[in-house]
T-cell receptor, first 116, second 113 residues
Framework: GAGVSQTPSNKVTEKGKYVELRCDPISGHTALYWYRQSLGQGPEFLIYFQGTGAADDSGLPNDRFFAVRPEGSVSTLKIQRTERGDSAVYLCASSLDGPASGNTIYFGEGSWLTVV | AQSVTQPDIHITVSEGASLELRCNYS??????LFWYVQSPGQGLQLLLK??????LVQGIKGFEAEFKRSQSSFNLRKPSVHWSDAAEYFCAVGNSGNTPLVFGKGTRLSVIA
């Protein structure tokens, strides 16, 4: 597609449920990033993929969070046993190559997750 | 570890007035620096970036930013603000290693008539 696409745009779930958020990056982009943005805050890094592998997952807050990118394109962020504190906008971004290249990182519009 | 500070949470300017948004970074070597803008309900859009070379960088929508190593700053400027510039602005820092961007907490810009 023309830009980074994220689905769903909005998700309301009950505490304790499992959630999947999907990201479709710009075609040909090898690097894919997940960030989380809470109200009134800047984006916080979660995980970065180079191809199919997670190059850096140091931002994942705990083991309830997991992400995959099995074919090096679409990525899914998975959250188990959701908690109210997980409520935030989850942003996906992609770039032609990794962050060291300096290529522009393009962001999607985000998936707004509300845990009730 | 790298970090970014945006000292101003909220700034209000009159339409047509000049604008400067402050950004200070912490990083031991030469950083990569970025400014992004986020309008309500929209994704982050890159305004401009600095890697090396000329320390005054021109971006889209009439914005510019100047890298000042001695002050560890990368302030964003615009000579004449338009009402459509009202948005949230984020400064971010990266580097030549494969470290993902670190963002500041943002500055919300309001524009009044």
């Amino acid at each position: 597609g023309a830009g980074v696409s994220q689905t769903p745009s909005n998700k309301v779930t009950e505490k304790g449920k499992y959630v999947e958020l999907r990201c479709d990056p710009i075609s040909g982009h090898t690097a894919l990033y997940w960030y989380r943005q809470s109200l009134g805050q800047g984006p916080e890094f979660l995980i970065y993929f180079q191809g199919t592998g997670a190059a850096d997952d140091s931002g994942l807050p705990n083991d309830r969070f997991f992400a995959v990118r099995p074919e090096g394109s679409v990525s899914t962020l998975k959250i188990q046993r959701t908690e109210r504190g997980d409520s935030a906008v989850y942003l996906c971004a992609s770039s032609l190559d990794g962050p060291a290249s300096g290529n522009t990182i393009y962001f999607g519009e985000g998936s707004w997750l509300t845990v009730v | 570890a790298q970090s970014v500070t945006q000292p101003d949470i909220h700034i209000t300017v009159s339409e047509g007035a000049s604008l400067e948004l402050r950004c200070n970074y912490s990083y031991g070597a030469t950083p990569y620096l970025f400014w992004y803008v986020q309008s309500p309900g929209q994704g982050l859009q890159l305004l401009l970036k600095y890697f090396s070379g000329d320390t005054l960088v021109q971006g889209i929508k009439g914005f510019e930013a100047e890298f000042k190593r001695s002050q560890s700053s990368f302030n964003l400027r615009k000579p004449s603000v338009h009402w459509s510039d009202a948005a949230e602005y984020f400064c971010a820092v990266g580097n030549s290693g494969n470290t993902p961007l670190v963002f500041g907490k943002g500055t919300r810009l309001s524009v009044i008539a």
